[in-house]
């Protein structure tokens, strides 16, 4: 069983930033892909960033291109997601999730941390 904790969210004014972290509890760790996910009120998760195993390729929602960078640090278990010129419509809860090989699919996911982004 993997456990995954969010943490880093919180209210920030329209241009701020925020770093969300990720931390995970196995050693196999480095082995999966991980994503970030968001879901606002009203509205269906939704993908919002992911990264391989060792941090050379990660791809990003178009929503979010050039604001938000994930990176992940395999030493300490963690991903990140830093996330810049933020709008009120980035505004949600956001989750990180593990993709376990063979890849294509998220087993593991945390409880979410809320980012509230005001006008």
């Known amino acids: 069983q993997v456990q995954l904790v969010e943490s880093g969210g919180g209210l920030v004014q329209a241009g701020g930033s925020l770093r969300l972290s990720c931390v995970g509890s196995?050693?196999?760790?480095?082995?999966?892909?991980m994503g970030w996910f968001r879901q606002a009120p009203g509205k269906e998760r939704e993908s919002v960033a992911r990264i391989n195993w060792n941090g050379s390729s990660s791809v990003y929602a178009d929503s979010v291109k050039g604001r938000f960078t994930i990176s992940r640090d395999n030493a300490k278990n963690t991903v990140y997601l830093q996330m810049n010129s933020l709008k009120p419509e980035d505004t949600a809860v956001y989750y990180c999730?593990?993709?376990?090989?063979?890849?294509?699919?998220?087993?593991?996911w945390g409880q979410g941390t809320q980012v509230t982004v005001s006008s």
């Open positions: 196995r050693r196999t760790f480095s082995s999966y892909a």
């Open positions: 999730a593990a993709d376990q090989f063979p890849y294509g699919s998220y087993e593991y």
